[in-house]
């Protein structure tokens, strides 16, 4: 039977021949009295095996029956039969079409992702955040949307991630050195103007990767702030963002097609959480994303985009949306007596209008309804807890990896695990300690603030060192902790080590160096160092919260007839004593219990914590968001 093979964003030959079409899109949104319209210039590739000079073969090699439209009239595929469908070869890659000139190239196939398992249903699935790795990274927000997009495209699903284009007037500039731009301007109205918004894509690991590009994000600093603390334009900044994203799909012919208006959005911490927003209020009324879902996932509740009410002007979005985003501070949080407390919550507009809500642990889902960790939002999670869920975050298993980490000075495996001892040795070397084997060594990376629990090791570290034990600390944040560290390394010379800033290379080696890592998070929405940990063998103690106590489980050594069970230490409440006790028993434990040892270090390094796994399970809860309709006013 001759089978017709309709092209998709995921089907293209071998060889692709340029079809110059141009494509003028125009969607009319009378609420704002203007009209958005794009000058891209667009290059659609039609399906064929091209001869060597250059020249489309579409009679030789198939038949082009005809194009597929969307409502607007816009093309958004092809209808396409060759000539000998054996012939024909399917990969899971596109090409960058935006100013490339050559008359023909080879598509390069990502022979990973066609190894890995596919998805039942699959979906156009657009990540909208303002930080992924490699590109832009401050903490677990880069690294999930610089990771789940890659798993979730491995199996099979069509992803664009959307991030600014941050360019900082310095070597991390170079990060963005593969992405083109696509000659496709934007015109968002908000904050009073209008503002000319530029998109450059780079096609990487099954992903399309789309850099939101304007004068705001180009200056020296992180995302958010510099050395003088946040921007002040952080509001308008990730409003362009959530703005051009919505755009996006609709604009954009990344490989030849839109993504087109039926697209599932994950709208990444406040920083996007106008997408479900402008869905609703801006698209939906005219007919336009009327099938398409969001779901906001939840980071860090603790930071929820807060401004003045008089800001609501500044989002582009109708009067009668208020609502939505509209927010008032309790009493005791106000400045003074004639302080209405009366403000906007860019969060809270998402959590009301998103189809559903995923935290980052199945932990931090509950938590997050509580007063104690609900930040002022915790009525309205519980009154949509039937749509809230958790997953807890994958990690990338080939960066982490203790049998072939580049960082590491011996490589080890849970076959062979003589290599973690060569890798403390060569830690405490590196860092002026006395070179001792059986010594346990206690580790602890990240910020030195109060969510992490500094204040807490600060108290208990001296009577830590009491014992005949190790401790280095790698981490910077505020300085009175960085300070601590300082004079405790002086005071106690030959069991403490403390490392102000961030160095990659040797957090990881200090993952591997270590027996334990300390993890006394006052909150942790998911938390990776544990599960970096585990996978190096290294066992983690914790304040059981959030994401900790999901994936951190207590050794309990009459479990299991006898053998135990567990992969750390989970302590709570979370106080001085209780951080000491935990941190003694896991000592007491590696000196004199060695069997036991080595099964926590096994069943850790045994734990599946790919973003494969998580992938898996955010497909279902994508199923659960088409189930129902989606938000209206």
Aim: aromatic share 10%; glycine share 10%.
């Amino acid at each position: 039977m001759e089978t017709l093979l309709q092209s998709s964003p995921i089907f293209t030959s071998k060889w692709i021949s340029p079809l110059k079409l141009g494509v003028d899109r125009q969607l009319a949104f009378s609420c704002f009295k203007q009209h958005r319209s794009s000058s891209c210039n667009v290059k659609l590739r039609a399906i064929s095996r091209s001869s060597q000079d250059g020249s489309s073969s579409l009679s030789k090699d198939g038949v082009l029956l005809d194009t597929e439209k969307d409502e607007s009239g816009s093309v958004v595929g092809f209808r396409f039969v060759p000539q000998s469908v054996d012939d024909t070869e399917i990969s899971n890659s596109h090409e960058d079409i935006s100013t490339n000139d050559k008359e023909e190239e080879e598509v390069i196939v990502d022979d990973d992702l066609g190894e890995r398992r596919r998805a039942e249903v699959t979906y156009n699935i657009v990540f909208v955040t303002s930080e992924a790795a490699p590109y832009s990274k401050t903490g677990g927000l880069g690294d999930v949307c610089g990771s789940l997009p890659i798993a979730l495209a491995g199996r099979g699903h069509r992803v664009m991630v959307v991030s600014p284009r941050y360019m900082c007037g310095g070597p991390s500039d170079k990060k963005f050195a593969a992405a083109v731009d696509q000659d496709c301007r934007i015109k968002v109205s908000c904050s009073g103007g209008v503002q000319d918004v530029a998109f450059f894509h780079e096609y990487r690991a099954g992903v399309d990767w789309v850099f939101v590009d304007h004068p705001s994000f180009h200056r020296p600093g992180t995302p958010y702030g510099d050395a003088y603390g946040a921007f002040g334009d952080n509001q308008f900044r990730f409003t362009l963002l959530c703005h051009a994203a919505c755009e996006a799909p609709l604009v954009l012919p990344l490989g030849g097609f839109t993504y087109g208006e039926k697209c599932l959005f994950l709208a990444n911490d406040w920083h996007a959480g106008l997408v479900p927003v402008l869905l609703a209020a801006k698209y939906r009324p005219y007919g336009v994303y009327k099938d398409a879902r969001s779901i906001v996932v939840i980071h860090n509740l603790a930071h929820q985009g807060v401004e003045p009410a008089s800001t609501y002007s500044n989002f582009g979005l109708p009067p009668e949306w208020y609502g939505a985003l509209g927010w008032v501070f309790p009493t005791w949080a106000r400045t003074h007596a004639l302080d209405t407390g009366e403000a906007v919550n860019i969060l809270k507009g998402a959590l009301v209008t998103a189809d559903r809500i995923l935290t980052v642990s199945q932990g931090y889902s509950w938590e997050i309804t509580t007063p104690e960790g609900g930040y002022g939002l915790n009525e309205l999670l519980t009154s949509r807890k039937t749509v809230v869920n958790g997953i807890t975050n994958g990690i990338d298993v080939t960066e982490w990896n203790p049998s072939s980490d580049e960082h590491l000075p011996s490589h080890y495996s849970l076959d062979d695990l003589s290599g973690k001892i060569e890798c403390k040795i060569a830690l405490q070397k590196e860092l002026g300690l006395p070179i001792r084997p059986d010594c346990p060594l206690v580790g602890f990376i990240g910020r030195l603030d109060y969510q992490k629990g500094i204040d807490i090791i600060l108290s208990g570290t001296p009577d830590l060192l009491q014992d005949d034990v190790q401790f280095i600390m790698l981490g910077s944040g505020e300085k009175q902790y960085e300070d601590w560290m300082r004079s405790m390394e002086a005071t106690f010379k030959d069991k403490f080590r403390g490392w102000v800033g961030f160095n990659v290379p040797i957090s990881h080696r200090i993952t591997a160096g270590c027996d334990i890592l300390l993890m006394p998070s006052r909150f942790e929405p998911c938390g990776l160092n544990q599960l970096y940990a585990m996978r190096y063998g290294t066992i983690p103690v914790v304040h059981e919260t959030g994401g900790l106590g999901d994936t951190v489980k207590t050794f309990n050594p009459f479990a299991d007839e006898g053998r135990g069970e567990g992969t750390g230490w989970a302590f709570k409440p979370l106080t001085r004593e209780c951080m000491l006790d935990a941190l003694r028993v896991a000592i007491e434990t590696y000196r004199k219990h060695k069997p036991s040892w080595r099964g926590l270090m096994k069943r850790g390094m045994e734990r599946n914590s790919s973003w494969d796994n998580a992938a898996v399970q955010y497909e279902e809860v994508f199923k659960w968001a088409f189930i129902d309709p989606p938000y209206v006013s």
